[in-house]
């Protein structure tokens, strides 16, 4: 669902950001400034039109009903983990508006670089919802991506995925072409080497990244405040010479319209952005957490009306654009779709021998072609035992 080349808009830029061309909202909203953007406030209403982006009705729409998807999507999944039919996996509930709202702002040919908590961005860019679900079964498979689909898959090790992204930008860039990389982290990945290295590279070659930090808060069970004393991530930015911002994650019209224009200033030219999305993971870090030991259920229930799902069904109702009828309607559509997937996916059992070795490199090294060999005989010889 992705926008191709020509729904996507741009926007023209003015002003200098560290000596190049920037849009008038990184200068509003410049990462020293201690402002974060907020358009739409928890009840739908729009406080900041000045900001509000160009998104036609029907876009908007799905851009909802995307997000309502990705929370059954994640919650099926806790469901069946619970049940011993999935393995451990993140939980995405309260991070919808800032996966769906950022991936709306690519290009069906931009890139996507994920961390672990993004369903409603992969599922945006082209994901199946199978593949998602061979991924949390432990699947090889579910870290392959459908042609046409540019996307790493699923990266679990904090932050190591930061590098890739410049990795990929720095080919689009020798390459001549005109792709934007969109690389996702939490707070907690903002302390890692891999993070401060690869946007170091990507700010000094010009990359064409576009940063974005789901800062919700924890980094597992370790608050944001003893994460760095930096006042806000998106300050971040300065010290590698580029602009940064702070959004309300939980604004999906924020989010698309920083994004957005990150997206912009990125494809012409002037190098990466860092995003921050200050959101809230309303569930545990993972299924295996218990979010009881290090935070209070009064701070959950301060987050509880901030849910981006219910901001949006407002602003959508207000509008007269969305119904309790439809919503009613899509949620058996969407439940029934899970289902099906469900009943394909659950119970495969474990991995193909070939699917661990035939997606890591085009043709297999030497030394994976003789421990694929030696697996295959030792199952063989464990097969004749009984």
């Known amino acids: 669902m992705a926008l191709d080349t020509k729904t996507k808009k741009t926007e023209k830029t003015n002003g200098q950001v560290n000596g190049k061309a920037a849009s008038s909202l990184f200068e509003a909203y410049d990462a020293t400034s201690g402002k974060k953007l907020e358009i739409v406030d928890q009840t739908g209403k729009v406080i900041h039109p000045e900001w509000m982006p160009e998104l036609d009705d029907d876009l908007l729409v799905e851009g909802y009903k995307m997000m309502k998807y990705a929370r059954i999507v994640d919650l099926k999944a806790v469901n069946l983990q619970r049940q011993g039919k999935l393995y451990t996996l993140p939980v995405n509930r309260g991070q919808e508006a800032a996966a769906v709202g950022s991936a709306m702002a690519l290009r069906k040919d931009d890139w996507l670089v994920p961390a672990f908590r993004e369903i409603g961005a992969y599922m945006w860019h082209g994901w199946p919802v199978e593949t998602i679900y061979k991924w949390y079964l432990g699947l090889e498979s579910g870290a392959v991506m459908p042609d046409g689909v540019n996307s790493l898959p699923t990266s679990v090790p904090i932050s190591s995925q ?87 994650g939980n604004d999906l019209f924020a989010v698309y319209r920083a994004t957005n224009e990150a997206v912009d200033f990125a494809r012409a030219g002037n190098g990466p952005v860092l995003i921050e999305a200050v959101t809230y993971r309303m569930g545990a870090h993972t299924t295996s957490d ?23 069904k407002r602003y959508l109702s207000d509008k007269n654009l969305w119904s309790d009828a439809q919503e009613t309607a899509f949620e058996v559509e969407c439940a029934a779709k899970v289902d099906e997937v469900v009943s394909h996916v659950v119970g495969l059992g474990s991995n193909p021998i070939p699917e661990l070795f035939e997606n890591q490199f085009e043709h297999l090294t030497n030394s994976l072609e003789e421990q694929k060999a030696d697996l295959e005989a030792f199952l063989a010889w464990q097969s004749r035992r009984g």
């Open 162 to 248: 930061v590098p890739h992204a410049a990795g990929i930008g720095h080919a689009i860039n020798y390459r001549g072409l005109d792709q934007v990389v969109l690389c996702y982290f939490g707070d907690g990945g903002t302390s890692e080497g891999d993070f401060s290295e690869g946007i170091n590279w990507a700010a000094v070659f010009s990359c064409p990244c576009v940063f974005f930090c789901n800062n919700n808060g924890y980094a597992i069970s370790v608050p944001r405040e003893l994460q760095t004393k930096a006042a806000t991530i998106a300050q971040k930015a300065v010290g590698f010479g580029l602009p940064g911002i702070q959004v309300d």
């Open 290 to 312: 218990d979010p009881t030991k290090y935070r209070t259920s009064e701070e959950e229930k301060i987050w509880e009306p901030r849910d981006p799902l219910i901001r949006v």
